[in-house]
């Protein structure tokens, strides 16, 4: 007979009181679990106040404490190997569950007969207040894989967070990759990726929720690091999973920076910014009717926040290239990620509408050239 019960493993550092408030909802998901036995693995390199908070909070929730490096990766596979469970339910410190939680993730494991499951995967929700700058947090595409669950059945790939894996496929896959660059970043996508390279599927579970609070996206060094990490990290992935990346073109927002450094040169030799000045319009022009193409998926569609957003979506692609040219390597001026035919069909489609409008663009104002030239 099948054994159902759930180790829930959470890496932490300094965050004692979203903690707290985590550990409070996991308690009442717990009670409420009814298909079998479960445990909450507490991996946390906190120091001082903030561990003293922690290690109080996991008697009072009555959670498992285990002290770990700074790394996230080696957090999550400490969790794993101390886990005395048949099934890991991975769980961010900064959220708080559903009651139903674990019902949902293991209802969905159970129901899945004849399919060669080997994980679960549910739906992240943001919560918090709606500042400035997480108001461009929603315009860039760095939250969208934590609604995947809502758009596709199966996932082959997951974040880390409300993702349920059985311990023996994690031990299979040789759980997760440590010897990534930065302390975090990509290493969630390339278990769960490996996990679908074994031969097994991940099924969404829509009805599974967490809510992430936004506290941790709302400020602009956050944002920043994010795109340094993620971008630099495509690299990685790159050269480890090189199926899941396509050759899809330079990207229209890296085009038009390249436009703008390319007119620089004619400005400064001639010493006139007319190349400049047309160049920018060109690109305004292009990058207004982009706006325009992409407003059409949003209420309310707010152009500074959309201009915004896509400057920390261009800094995302730099440092994937930069991290490229210090390998010797220009991938990441062409290769990007894809998985599936239909993500790849969309994507393309979307780019390449993207770049005729800049290239549109470019024309009228060569052509405005040509005529001033010939008339003046």
Known sequence: MECYDISIVIPTWNRSELLCILMESLYKARQNYKYGKSEVVIVDSSKGEEKERIVEGCRCFDCRYIEGPDSVRKKRNMGIVAAEYPFILFIDSDVTVDVDIMNHHMETYRNAKGERLGGTFGVTEFVGKDTFFW??????????????????????????????????VLKEINMFEEAFPFKLGG????????????????????????????????HIKSINDRAKRWGSMEYYLQQRHPEIFITGGIKAELFMAIVLIVSLLPAMITRSWFFLAGAAGSVLFAFLSIFMMDAKDRQQPNLLYYSLAKIFELRYYLFHILEGLKHKSLCGFYKTMSFSYYQTRAMMNRESRKLWRLFLSLLVYAAIVLVLKKWL
Request: charged share 25%.
């Open 135 to 168: 108001r461009i947090v929603k315009y860039t595409t760095y939250v969208d894989s934590f609604s995947f669950a809502k758009k596709f059945p199966y996932q082959n790939w997951t974040i880390g967070n409300n993702v349920m894996f059985k311990k023996s």
């Open 187 to 218: 290493d969630d996508l390339d278990m769960s990726f490996r996990v679908t390279k074994a031969g097994y599927a991940i099924k969404s579970v829509p009805e599974a929720v967490t809510w992430h609070s936004n506290e941790t996206w709302n």
